[in-house]
């Protein structure tokens, strides 16, 4: 037996070990991924990968490459002027995005490194991306979100590798195992690494930029579709009630819907609380509601009298000093009902919708909604909104009425996880870690900064630069990576 063969033989076996351990430890698939790997690695060495075009990558990736769609991206490609200038702006969004992406992962070590990693309430399951696999990413609208968002991210590199005349080799599929895992443009890597260094990270910079950009244009269609959607029964709802309190002791229950209040319409929280403010405690106040639906969706009303609380006495018993109640704007003989998570009947759609604000308020909104629509799945199990904010809603409008709530829901949905997966994938490929775009971003950064520090110093002969760049560039890699991996171990030992 050749020493070759022994050496994949036994990385075959170390493989089996640490995936049968993941498998019972985690989960299941990925034993499933070892086998397929070990698959992939006797394909390779029998040659029927060659004779197929496809190569193995990342061990678990097949690429399957295709010469078809050349003609397409040579008509897209044409106005190269204007592609290079949208190169140059994905230059400046990505070296921005990449500061952000630093400055957190910094933060992140340095707050490991003073204060120690907390413990992870979530399983290790959701540390996988993998729709189905991941307790908050469901399966096929994940799936085909993730597919267009990879076939847009490779194409964007492939529009700016024509735009700068490096020739694309081919197109093709990504797959793992029968999944499709998205598409990807293959330049001519001589060209690639040949090319001046502003024209090669326009090129590594465009898919990711093409990610957020696809992300933020998709948020403002949820913005506009959110308007065909109206509550089903106008009122207010609460996610929780507080135990003790007047809501509690008149038998309110959470996610009723409270249409009135003493007679008055109260369509917003702040409807509600404006009409709360209006009493003092110890009032009497009587509340129309709407009960949860039963197994036929029909919501029984009833009338609930309850005499309103201190809400100054209640946070004191909560241990709140004086001085917060203060800052705060609340005093004594305040009404207190003893509900929380007070909102409206549309504020499921409205919450991925962000605020209504003007162009220029959208704008500096933007960062807190990317954080919004990332932890969206996380708080509700992998769904867009709560389930009982989706009972609150019909279909209004003239797309509405046209397609109908279900439709419009299912539209939703889809466009939330293209978003989110746009985001995620734009912002992962930031990371300044070899094999993502980042990573390749950073190394020419490094690679300038080492030929400019050469021209002034006693440094190495220009040659000698590469290998530097490359030794450079490698170390902060793996460091990276060790970093990364520590932090998500360190959360469950």
Same mark, same amino acid.
Request: with cysteine; hydrophobic share 50%.
């Given at each position: 037996?050749?020493?070759?063969?022994?050496?994949?033989?036994?990385?075959?076996?170390?493989?089996?070990?640490?995936?049968?351990?993941?498998?019972?430890?985690?989960?299941?698939?990925?034993?499933?991924?070892?086998?397929?790997?070990?698959?992939?690695?006797?394909?390779?060495?029998?040659?029927?990968?060659?004779?197929?075009?496809?190569?193995?990558?990342?061990?678990?990736?097949?690429?399957?490459?295709?010469?078809?769609?050349?003609?397409?991206?040579?008509?897209?490609?044409?106005?190269?002027?204007?592609?290079?200038?949208?190169?140059?702006?994905?230059?400046?969004?990505?070296?921005?995005?990449?500061?952000?992406?630093?400055?957190?992962?910094?933060?992140?070590?340095? $707050? =490991? @490194?003073?204060? &120690?990693? /907390?413990?992870? !309430? #979530?399983?290790?399951?959701?540390?996988?991306? +993998?729709?189905?696999? *991941?307790?908050?990413?469901?399966?096929?609208?994940?799936?085909?979100?993730?597919?267009?968002?990879?076939?847009?991210?490779?194409?964007?590199?492939?529009?700016?590798?024509?735009?700068?005349?490096?020739?694309?080799?081919?197109?093709?599929?990504?797959?793992?195992?029968?999944?499709?895992?998205?598409?990807?443009?293959?330049?001519?890597?001589?060209?690639?690494?040949?090319?001046?260094?502003?024209?090669?990270?326009?090129?590594?910079?465009?898919?990711?930029?093409?990610?957020?950009?696809?992300?933020?244009?998709?948020?403002?269609?949820?913005?506009?579709?959110?308007?065909?959607?109206?509550?089903?029964?106008?009122?207010?709802?609460? $996610? =929780? @009630?507080?135990? &003790?309190? /007047?809501?509690? !002791? #008149?038998?309110?229950?959470?996610?009723?819907? +409270?249409?009135?209040? *003493?007679?008055?319409?109260?369509?917003?929280?702040?409807?509600?609380?404006?009409?709360?403010?209006?009493?003092?405690?110890?009032?009497?106040?009587?509340?129309?509601?709407?009960?949860?639906?039963?197994?036929?969706?029909?919501?029984?009303?009833?009338?609930?009298?309850?005499?309103?609380?201190?809400?100054?006495?209640?946070?004191?018993?909560?241990?709140?000093?004086?001085?917060?109640?203060?800052?705060?704007?609340?005093?004594?003989?305040?009404?207190?009902?003893?509900?929380?998570?007070?909102?409206?009947?549309?504020?499921?759609?409205?919450?991925?919708?962000?605020?209504?604000?003007?162009?220029?308020?959208?704008?500096?909104?933007?960062?807190?909604?990317?954080?919004?629509?990332?932890?969206?799945?996380?708080?509700?199990?992998?769904?867009?909104?709560?389930?009982?904010?989706?009972?609150?809603?019909?279909?209004?409008?003239?797309?509405?009425?046209?397609?109908?709530?279900?439709?419009?829901?299912?539209?939703?949905?889809?466009?939330?996880?293209?978003?989110?997966?746009?985001?995620?994938?734009?912002?992962?490929?930031?990371?300044?870690?070899?094999?993502?775009?980042?990573?390749?971003?950073?190394?020419?950064?490094?690679?300038?900064?080492?030929?400019?520090?050469?021209?002034?110093?006693?440094?190495?002969?220009?040659?000698?630069?590469?290998?530097?760049?490359?030794?450079?560039?490698?170390?902060?890699?793996?460091?990276?990576?060790?970093?990364?991996?520590?932090?998500?171990?360190?959360?469950?030992?």
């Amino acid at each position: 037996m050749s020493d070759a063969r022994r050496l994949r033989d036994r990385r075959a076996l170390i493989l089996l070990f640490l995936a049968g351990l993941l498998a019972v430890q985690v989960h299941w698939l990925f034993g499933v991924l070892a086998l397929w790997i070990i698959i992939l690695g006797q394909l390779e060495h029998r040659g029927v990968l060659d004779r197929i075009d496809a190569t193995r990558v990342l061990g678990g990736i097949l690429m399957v490459r295709t010469r078809r769609g050349q003609r397409a991206l040579e008509k897209l490609a044409k106005p190269r002027l204007a592609w290079r200038i949208f190169g140059e702006i994905s230059l400046w969004t990505c070296a921005l995005s990449m500061a952000v992406i630093i400055l957190f992962l910094l933060l992140s070590f340095g $707050s =490991a @490194i003073l204060f &120690g990693v /907390p413990k992870a !309430e #979530a399983p290790p399951s959701q540390l996988i991306l +993998i729709p189905g696999v *991941n307790p908050v990413i469901p399966f096929w609208w994940p799936l085909i979100a993730i597919i267009g968002a990879l076939v847009i991210h490779e194409y964007g590199h492939a529009l700016q590798a024509r735009a700068h005349g490096m020739r694309v080799r081919s197109f093709g599929l990504l797959m793992l195992g029968p999944l499709p895992l998205g598409a990807f443009a293959e330049p001519e890597a001589e060209e690639l690494f040949k090319a001046p260094r502003r024209e090669r990270a326009r090129m590594f910079a465009a898919g990711p930029s093409i990610n957020i950009y696809a992300a933020l244009f998709t948020w403002l269609l949820i913005g506009a579709l959110a308007t065909q959607f109206a509550a089903a029964d106008p009122g207010v709802h609460a $996610s =929780a @009630i507080i135990e &003790g309190t /007047p809501a509690d !002791e #008149a038998g309110l229950e959470p996610w009723e819907i +409270i249409t009135h209040l *003493n007679g008055t319409a109260v369509t917003t929280s702040a409807e509600m609380s404006d009409a709360l403010a209006s009493h003092s405690a110890g009032e009497t106040v009587q509340l129309d509601v709407l009960s949860r639906p039963d197994a036929d969706g029909v919501r029984v009303g009833r009338t609930v009298e309850l005499v309103l609380a201190d809400k100054y006495e209640y946070h004191q018993q909560q241990n709140i000093s004086e001085e917060d109640l203060a800052s705060s704007g609340i005093e004594k003989g305040d009404a207190f009902l003893g509900v929380s998570g007070m909102a409206g009947g549309t504020s499921g759609i409205d919450r991925l919708a962000g605020p209504d604000l003007p162009w220029w308020g959208d704008m500096l909104y933007t960062p807190v909604q990317i954080f919004v629509i990332i932890s969206t799945p996380i708080q509700n199990e992998g769904q867009i909104m709560d389930p009982h904010e989706m009972d609150y809603l019909e279909a209004d409008g003239l797309l509405g009425n046209l397609l109908g709530i279900e439709v419009m829901l299912a539209l939703i949905t889809c466009l939330f996880w293209f978003v989110w997966m746009n985001l995620g994938l734009g912002f992962a490929n930031l990371i300044p870690m070899i094999p993502f775009d980042g990573g390749h971003l950073m190394k020419d950064f490094i690679s300038n900064v080492v030929e400019r520090l050469n021209k002034f110093s006693k440094a190495p002969h220009p040659l000698k630069v590469e290998p530097i760049v490359n030794r450079i560039s490698s170390m902060s890699s793996m460091l990276l990576l060790f970093g990364l991996l520590a932090l998500m171990i360190a959360q469950y030992i």
